[in-house]
């Protein structure tokens, strides 16, 4: 399981980060955690392959938001995330 940690300019309110939680929702069905802040500025997702960077810049671009950049990271099955 990845972490995916995404780099987001533009939230102002809760429902700017609705908006990004379910863009990524439709962008990648099988996302786990979709959670967004705005005061962060970042959204951060469970993912078990790899994302594909292109189809993430292009939905939250349509969304109307910013995307900065996107990060990766391996995910222990006892770390944080983990059941
Ligand atoms: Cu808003």
Do not use: W
């Not at 960077?53 to 349509?62: M, N």
């Amino acid at each position: 399981m990845n972490k995916i940690t995404v780099k987001i300019d533009g939230m102002m309110c809760g429902m700017c980060e609705a908006h990004i939680c379910e863009t990524i929702r439709n962008a990648f069905p099988d996302a786990k955690k979709v959670s967004a802040s705005r005061k962060s500025g970042e959204a951060t997702f469970l993912y078990e392959k790899e994302i594909s960077e292109e189809i993430l810049k292009k939905a939250i671009a349509d969304t109307g938001y910013t995307f900065v950049s996107v990060s990766s990271e391996e995910q222990k099955k006892h770390g944080l995330f983990g059941r």
